[in-house]
């Protein structure tokens, strides 16, 4: 698949058809994810990220799809690959981000191991605001008729927590606050735009949130429900 959105190969005998106008709930690792009460929601298919592996609210939930980034995929992690190895998931690999550790023999055993399911892609929107983002673009690629996000956040100020890594608490990359914050604004408008030319309703699940960002966004274009609101409270 290459379109002005994205450059990706899928694994071989790759079912699309099966997301074509389903749900999907991508969940990232920012707060919102432990705050936020989005597994009452009904939803066909959850896409992760990186360390979904320590967050209890995904420990008796299937993932569909996992995107993991470079450290992740040489960590040697057997939580990774115990949850891998039960739940036949497919392994997204970006290789902007990633490229560099395929030489390392980490990756190579990895990739070894779960090359049938491996995934590769690149979105053209690059920002600070992390692996998610991304995965909620190439989810949209999949033609889906409801995209939920939650765990794409931002930073209301220096004690955010994030939902994955306990130790992590923060702006990882030491970048300014409104810098950071600026990119997940502009993810928020980038996956507006893309959404409403497939004809794919998205929202927010993170609204209203100190931390979240896209607030300012989707409160326009595509604020939550009522309904929404009452199940995830």
Same mark, same amino acid.
């Given at each position: 698949?290459?379109?002005? =959105?994205?450059?990706?190969?899928?694994?071989?005998?790759?079912?699309?058809?099966?997301?074509?106008?389903?749900? *999907? *709930?991508?969940? #990232?690792?920012?707060?919102?994810?432990?705050?936020?009460?989005?597994?009452?929601?009904? =939803?066909?298919?959850?896409?992760?990220? +990186?360390?979904? %592996?320590?967050? +209890?609210?995904?420990?008796?939930?299937? $993932?569909?799809?996992?995107?993991?980034?470079?450290?992740?995929?040489?960590?040697?992690?057997? @939580?990774?690959?115990?949850?891998?190895?039960?739940? +036949? /998931?497919?392994?997204? *690999?970006?290789?902007?981000?990633?490229?560099?550790?395929?030489?390392?023999?980490?990756?190579?055993?990895?990739?070894? @191991?779960?090359? +049938?399911?491996?995934?590769? %892609?690149? /979105?053209?929107?690059?920002?600070?605001?992390?692996? &998610?983002?991304?995965? &909620?673009?190439?989810? &949209?690629?999949?033609?889906?008729?409801?995209?939920?996000?939650?765990?794409?956040?931002? !930073?209301?100020?220096?004690?955010?927590? !994030?939902?994955?890594?306990?130790?992590?608490?923060?702006?990882?990359?030491?970048?300014?606050?409104?810098?950071?914050?600026?990119?997940? $604004?502009?993810?928020?408008?980038?996956?507006?735009?893309?959404?409403?030319?497939?004809?794919?309703? *998205?929202?927010?699940? #993170?609204?209203?949130? @100190?931390?979240?960002? &896209?607030?300012?966004?989707?409160?326009?274009?595509?604020?939550?429900?009522?309904?929404?609101?009452?199940?995830?409270?």
């Amino acid at each position: 698949m290459i379109n002005e =959105y994205i450059k990706a190969q899928f694994p071989k005998n790759f079912d699309f058809k099966k997301y074509e106008g389903k749900t *999907i *709930i991508v969940v #990232g690792g920012g707060p919102t994810t432990n705050d936020v009460s989005w597994q009452n929601l009904e =939803y066909d298919y959850i896409f992760s990220c +990186n360390e979904y %592996f320590n967050c +209890n609210k995904l420990n008796d939930k299937h $993932i569909e799809i996992v995107s993991l980034i470079n450290r992740v995929l040489v960590s040697n992690s057997k @939580k990774l690959q115990e949850r891998l190895d039960k739940e +036949n /998931t497919i392994v997204g *690999i970006e290789p902007i981000h990633s490229g560099h550790v395929y030489n390392r023999s980490e990756f190579k055993l990895f990739h070894q @191991k779960y090359h +049938n399911r491996c995934l590769f %892609f690149d /979105t053209t929107f690059q920002s600070r605001c992390g692996t &998610a983002p991304r995965l &909620a673009i190439l989810a &949209a690629m999949l033609k889906p008729k409801t995209i939920y996000m939650v765990g794409i956040d931002g !930073h209301g100020d220096s004690s955010t927590l !994030h939902s994955f890594d306990k130790n992590l608490q923060g702006i990882r990359d030491g970048k300014p606050l409104h810098v950071v914050n600026g990119d997940y $604004i502009d993810f928020a408008n980038y996956m507006y735009k893309i959404c409403k030319k497939l004809n794919i309703t *998205i929202y927010n699940l #993170g609204e209203g949130h @100190k931390d979240n960002m &896209a607030t300012s966004v989707c409160k326009i274009h595509y604020p939550l429900t009522d309904k929404i609101k009452d199940i995830i409270k």
